[in-house]
């Protein structure tokens, strides 16, 4: 048994935990999977670097309507391949050598790990490990439909598909959450022929009704989205295959497609580390359980030095709210005594799809609900990108913002965009919600840009008729 003084699982966001407090310290840190964990290989990182181009390639179907005639010659897909794994491949070698080799107090694992106590683990190859604190920051994993032809080589998921050794002339896509709806944007931008199934009504049905609602219009005007189908069998066919799918009705249907990528959803890492072993509490759905500080549960109680953060233990699945829950653990390993919580108020999200989309708060129906409990009043605004000079001079018919705020505070409680570059848009409303500014002061407290894009969340900001207090302060 080898013991550590700190033992991280899970090499991506885990990895920042290793700060210099632990240069003079022994930390293991163990991964049995790609050094560096989802978001840097599999996830964020090499989809958006997929998405940017998809939006140049698009770009040439909008420019038609604005008088500019431009042809889309060819896509390289093992170029830009080349290009984005070339790069991440890199990262993620270096960081890997730099902990294995270059840190004399760190101990890197290449291998998985479960517990065998509560703060006891061995790895696969059988190395035990003791250590005075455990941080569990094992992720999640793709879920595949138990189908006939799920184990097929054309049959893929996020971590297979963005290496495949040629762009796909035909896909079919099964799911409608924002892995499938990233990467239909990507392939129908490279002239791939899409279909999307998808189990329930509409797309993105987690997203505030008027996104999901505009947002399936939007994508089916771009690719074949057929919604109440699930995928019953694939067989191989020629080199690519024929799927079964089967409707809500019962009826089936077949589809040619050379590749299928599953995006049906994600689970927990947490059911391949034993840890009934180490006795921790579980959420209903598996993630591991943990209080306000990250700390990990046992009975209902936190475990002196073991946290958990990230995929495994919350339901976000957001690199960004994984960041954020290792800064707060960092802190917690090198303070004990002076604890920090998670701020889990605002978090938002941006689906880099076309048209992109992004959100923070409560949806409209949330906001609905918790006005008729706390009999508050809650108003809303859709703002189109058309009404203003920027959405004129893009000729822009999909793109809105949609506020919901609560009459009487003034305060925000959810923003939802789509359209051109809702990502960007939607981090003063983030920050507005964060900071505690409300509409009247956020709408005329400051200038606006003329004639920027921006100047959509102005008025969808005034068009939610809050008064300002008399005597406030206007920029503008
Ligand atoms: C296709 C895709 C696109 C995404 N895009 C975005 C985006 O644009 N924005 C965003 O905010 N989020 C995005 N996400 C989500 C984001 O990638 C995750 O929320 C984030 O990476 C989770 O980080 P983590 O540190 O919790 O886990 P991970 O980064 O997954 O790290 C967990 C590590 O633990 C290792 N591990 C697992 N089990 C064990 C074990 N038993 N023993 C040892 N090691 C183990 C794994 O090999 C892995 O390396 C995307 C996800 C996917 C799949
Ligand atoms: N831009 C981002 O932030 C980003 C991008 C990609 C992924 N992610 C994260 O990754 C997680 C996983 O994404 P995801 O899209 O895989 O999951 P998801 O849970 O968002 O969506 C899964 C979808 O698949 C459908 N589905 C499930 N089983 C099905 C079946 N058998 N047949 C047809 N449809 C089926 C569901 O109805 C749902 O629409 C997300 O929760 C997200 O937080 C984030």
Redesign the pocket.
């Known amino acids: 048994m080898t013991f550590y003084d700190l033992a991280i699982i899970g090499s991506g966001s885990g990895n920042s935990l290793i700060t210099p407090f632990w240069d003079n310290r022994k930390v293991a840190i163990i991964d049995g999977g790609t050094f560096g964990g989802t978001c840097l290989n599999t996830?964020?990182i090499p989809?958006k670097m997929y998405a940017y181009p998809a939006q140049l390639a698009s770009a040439v179907k909008e420019a038609a309507g604005l008088g500019v005639d431009m042809a889309l010659e060819q896509v390289h897909w093992p170029r830009m391949r080349d290009r984005i794994f070339g790069r991440i491949d890199a990262i993620s070698d270096g960081g890997r050598r730099y902990r294995d080799e270059e840190l004399d107090n760190v101990s890197l694992y290449a291998e998985y790990a479960r517990f065998t106590g509560p703060k006891t683990l061995v790895t696969a190859s059988g190395a035990t490990i003791e250590a005075e604190q455990i941080v569990i920051a094992a992720g999640?994993r793709?879920?595949l439909?138990d189908v006939p032809g799920i184990d097929l080589p054309q049959v893929h998921t996020?971590d297979s598909v963005m290496r495949l050794p040629e762009l796909p002339g035909r896909v079919l896509i099964?799911?409608?959450?924002?892995?499938?709806?990233?990467f239909a944007a990507v392939f129908s931008s490279f002239g791939s022929q899409v279909i999307q199934?998808?189990?329930?009504a509409p797309?993105?049905?987690?997203a505030d009704a008027l996104v999901s609602e505009r947002f399936t219009a939007a994508a089916a005007s771009r690719w074949d989205v057929r919604l109440g189908?699930?995928?019953a069998a694939v067989e191989e066919a020629g080199g690519g295959v024929k799927a079964t799918i089967r409707g809500a009705d019962g009826g089936q249907e077949t589809v040619d497609a050379d590749i299928v990528l599953v995006?049906?959803?994600?689970v927990t890492n947490a059911d391949t580390l034993d840890i009934p072993a180490a006795g921790y509490d579980l959420e209903a759905d598996g993630r591991i359980a943990v209080d306000a500080w990250q700390r990990v549960q046992r009975n209902g109680a936190p475990v002196d030095g073991v946290y958990a953060l990230g995929d495994v233990s919350n339901a976000?699945?957001?690199?960004h709210v994984a960041n954020h829950e290792a800064r707060v653990v960092a802190h917690n390993l090198e303070h004990p005594d002076n604890l920090r919580r998670s701020d889990h108020r605002f978090v938002p999200?941006?689906?880099?799809t076309q048209p992109q989309i992004a959100s923070v708060g409560l949806t409209e129906e949330q906001a609905r609900q918790d006005a008729e409990l706390k009999g508050s009043d809650v108003v809303t605004a859709v703002q189109e990108y058309g009404t203003t000079a920027y959405g004129w001079a893009m000729e822009d018919r999909t793109g809105f913002v949609k506020l919901i705020a609560d009459r009487r505070s003034g305060m925000l409680l959810g923003a939802h965009i789509m359209g051109h570059e809702a990502s960007l848009l939607i981090q003063p409303l983030i920050q507005a919600m964060s900071f505690g500014l409300d509409v009247p002061s956020m709408a005329r407290g400051q200038y606006w840009i003329h004639p920027a894009l921006m100047e959509v969340v102005e008025n969808a900001l005034l068009a939610l008729g809050i008064e300002a207090p008399a005597g406030a302060a206007t920029a503008s």
């Open positions: 996830g964020c989809t999640s793709a879920v439909p996020s099964v799911g409608g959450g924002f892995v499938a709806a990233e199934i998808n189990r329930s797309l993105l049905k987690s189908w699930t995928l995006a049906t959803g994600r976000y699945q957001l690199k999200s941006a689906v880099f």
